[in-house]
């Protein structure tokens, strides 16, 4: 995933909720009748928002898209002298209902969309007053299959499955579910199309690489798996990016960042070396999690160093186009073939 964008567990999304809504909480003052008729978003004109399909499908149909935000935006738009409860009605039956497996993966039930909804999503100070109009001007259908299409030229294997698009909870930027939904969540980053353009290589490499060979990897699920899984898709990100990121940046790191990794990475492979072959999701957290140092005084998420490391080793090996290999072999013959000394 790309920063903070963390594999979501939807057990763990849920464990979210407490604290998210405590924090929320104190926004429900704000968020009296009043301020919900008012917190309305005025960009963009209605035809343009209007326009925006609910779902559509792109790239051959491989891309399933539901534009969630653009009925979030719409039912605000239209809650001018209507009361909350009645706003908060309209948005758990058509926000809520139609899309009811995602949002209890994400947030929760029905009573808990409510509560999120009346605390956040009705507050002026909700991004979606601000950015909905930037989101719909971006064209995300453009950055989706351009990404895809590059993807699937470079590497052979076509993305494929189902994008929510939201403005929700903000628990993460991009991430992904155990079944391969996909969320974009711009509560959590704004809309700004050069930095959308580096994501969507890394998700659709994610997307993309869960080929048959993957599915029967000995490793798969583990700790080993999931920085190759990573180091992949960073290290396709680099590629993508043909010199216009560093590889600091390709990962998500600041400079200093990737400076004191280098700087210490044989502390980072051997601090990681007992946890490769756990499937403990508090392990995997340990080296993914973008909240977690694996070494003190270290950049968090550590698997997409050393896994980039690892890709950036093949390559070496193997040549300049050899990473997509990395894709479709196990775990351990890429580690292995790598000859990165882990």
Known sequence: MTANSDDLDRRDALKLIAGGLGLAAVLVACAARGAAARAIPQDPPARDLQAVPNELYLADSSLHIINVYKIEAAVLRDSQGRSQAEILDRLAREVYAPYSTFWRGYLGDEATFRKWAESSLLARSHPIHTRVAALVRLNLDSLFTAGAAWVSHNTGHRPHGT????????WTDMG???DGTMLADFTKME????????????EFTHMAGASAAARRDADSG???AGIISEGVASYATYVYAAGRLARAQSIGYTEPEWTWALAHERDLIAAAKPYLGSRVKADDDRLRARNQRLLVGGPTAVAYFLGFRIIEAYAAHHGAASWIDAMDLPAREVLARSGYQF
């Open 163 to 170: 994008w929510y698009i939201v403005f929700g909870p903000g």
């Open 191 to 202: 809309p700004e199309r050069d930095a959308l353009e580096f994501k969507f290589p890394h």
């Open 222 to 224: 583990t700790v080993l």
């Open 176 to 178: 992904g579910f155990a």
